[in-house]
Nanobody, 114 residues
């Protein structure tokens, strides 16, 4: 079955950096677009970044120039490198893939202190 496992969340000071990982299994990873979403308390889940099977990327305006999404098809893993973090980046970050249905990981907490 499809599984997504996020890791790397932590408490970091504003201006710092953090790298998240999403390990995937149960589907042909290399042909799928993988998304990173985040959800802050009281807010809707929002798309942060997306990477296609061909490596094309898209970012939310709020993270452009600060976050970088990448993938390693040999390891079935997607990464999200987050630099110049801001308190408003505080959220639970989720990995997402559509394989006939939407699948989500359990999320990893990122907290940015001011």
């Amino acid at each position: 079955q499809v599984q997504l496992v996020e890791s790397g969340g932590d408490l970091v000071q504003a201006g710092g950096s953090l790298g998240l990982s999403c390990a995937a299994s149960g589907f042909i990873f290399s042909i799928r677009t993988i998304n990173w979403y985040r959800q802050a308390p009281g807010n809707q889940r929002e798309l942060v970044a997306r990477i296609t099977s061909g490596g094309s990327t898209n970012y939310a305006d709020s993270v452009k120039g600060r976050f970088t999404i990448s993938r390693d098809n040999a390891k079935n893993t997607v990464y999200l490198q987050m630099n110049s973090l801001k308190p408003e980046d505080t959220a639970v970050y989720y990995c997402n893939v559509f394989v006939g249905d939407d699948y989500w990981g359990q999320g990893t907490q990122v907290t940015v202190s001011s």
